[in-house]
């Protein structure tokens, strides 16, 4: 690690990993720690907490406890970061910094899911 600071790239979860291969890429170049979790469920919900699983063990798997983590979303990822933060800084992580990229979070308490649903039902229903 250059600075003794890592990177944590959460893919949306209706896409991939590889959305963010080439930032991982330049990153690691040079020197900067980063993980890169893959989100993956078994078709059932509640999505967020595999999801969340997901992310915990790559983090866990990658990088040491202790080390400054920037956590950068793409997506719906986003929504996930309100349950992240908690629970990495309770497996000994501190987080330095958040970042939304293309990313919000839902008004209202609403899901992403749902206001998907709300916007455009088929897309949903899919």
Do not use: K, N
């Not at 915990?56 to 793409?74: I, K, S």
């Not at 933060?85 to 209202?108: F, K, Q």
Request: glycine share 10%; with cysteine; aromatic share 4%.
């Amino acid at each position: 690690m250059a600075d003794g600071h890592a990177y944590v790239l959460v893919h949306s979860p209706v896409a991939g990993p590889s959305t963010w291969a080439p930032v991982a890429a330049e990153l690691d170049r040079r020197g900067v720690a980063v993980a890169v979790p893959e989100l993956t469920d078994d078709g059932s919900p509640p999505f967020w907490r595999q999801h969340v699983r997901c992310v915990v063990r790559t983090v866990a798997e990658d990088l040491p406890p202790g080390v400054p983590l920037t956590l950068v979303a793409h997506g719906a990822a986003g929504l996930l970061l309100g349950v992240l933060d908690p629970v990495l800084r309770d497996a000994g992580y501190d987080i330095a910094a958040e970042i939304l990229a293309d990313a919000g979070t839902p008004p209202d308490g609403r899901s992403r899911l749902d206001q998907i649903d709300e916007q455009a039902p088929a897309v949903g229903e899919h």
